[in-house]
């Protein structure tokens, strides 16, 4: 285990649990944001994450030895502002890459998804390797950054991990922008209203994952020997297959006076784009990945504490 981090992008959905999960280990935890409002007084220090200067500065002045780059512009988000999404993703991902060949750092984290799939991969079982095409500018994005950690890794020796993240699902910190996000909102309308209007069809089907499923395989994925890591772009990471209408039929089985409706809108062409399922038996061999929520689980879970 490494003494100090970096996680940049730290009061995020994911950024935020994650320092609590490393925290919880004696690690010592230095967070960055943008982010201002969220918890002023846990975040030590105010980061663009496209300025290098200020990265380094950081990166000297604690000693960092890991650095855990949550930032980023989600699906929903990136189709709005493609410019803008571009450049804080691959800018930020090039600036930690770069400084890990200047052997300011001896590891890094950078997250892919699932939407660096597209529309011609194959729905079903998707493959490590395949057909990736993605069709959204945020797919784009974390398949060129899949591309520069292999690069970085082959050509500079950097210990770049990644994972392709599903849709993330927690009830402790409000969704980002992504197309998943129905998946939280759900819960939060449930108890208050007792229904909930869609974005997304009934049937469509995308893998997603409880939070504490996703943070266990970060933390696992990092702290395994560098032998054991095969892939250098992203590891797959499959996890529940969820709908809106199969969540519905289990938060009704607690709530039996729920009702969703549905009024499909711009995310429903993203989220048409990406797999129905996973095949991660890579990530499972090379380094023991598992799921640990179930779907019944993950829906009580979330009921209990979307107030």
């Known amino acids: 285990m490494p003494t100090t981090v970096l996680v940049i992008g730290s009061e995020g959905q994911i950024g935020s649990e994650l320092c609590e999960a490393l925290s919880a280990k004696k690690i010592e935890v230095i967070r960055a944001d943008i982010k201002l409002e969220t918890a002023p007084e846990k975040l030590q ?12 500065y950081i990166l000297e002045k604690h000693k960092v030895e890991t650095v855990y780059l949550m930032a980023a512009m989600l699906s929903a988000t990136s189709e709005k502002f493609p410019e803008k999404a571009w450049h804080l993703n691959m800018q930020s991902l090039l600036n930690v890459l770069d400084l890990a060949k200047e052997k300011y750092l001896m590891k890094v984290f950078w997250p892919s998804s699932i939407a660096v799939f597209g529309p011609d991969t194959p729905k079903n079982n998707t493959p490590q390797e395949t057909i990736i095409n993605p069709s959204t500018v945020y797919g784009i994005s974390k398949r060129a ?8 890794h082959q050509v500079h020796g950097v210990d770049v991990r990644s994972l392709r993240y599903p849709g993330i699902i927690s009830h402790k910190t409000a969704p980002g922008g992504g197309t998943t996000d129905y998946a939280v909102e759900i819960f939060s309308q449930a108890n208050r209203t007792k229904q909930y209007n869609s974005f997304i069809k009934a049937p469509t089907t995308t893998p997603m994952i409880y939070m504490s ?19 250098r772009t992203s590891y797959n990471l499959g996890g529940l297959m969820i709908s809106p209408e199969k969540l519905a039929k289990h938060i009704k089985k607690q709530l039996p006076d729920f009702e969703i409706s549905y009024t499909p809108d711009y995310r429903q062409k993203i989220a048409d784009s990406w ?3 996973i095949d991660d038996r890579i990530a499972r061999n090379d380094w023991g990945y598992h799921v640990s929520v179930d779907l019944e689980q993950m829906v009580s879970i979330m009921l209990a504490n979307c107030l």
């Open 45 to 56: 220090y105010h980061l663009e994450a496209s300025d290098k200067d200020a990265l380094r």
């Open 145 to 152: 950054g899949e591309l520069w950690c292999s690069y970085y």
């Open 213 to 231: 499923d996703a943070i266990d395989a970060t933390l696992t994925l990092m702290n395994a020997p560098a032998e054991n890591i095969s892939i």
């Open 275 to 277: 797999p129905e399922s």
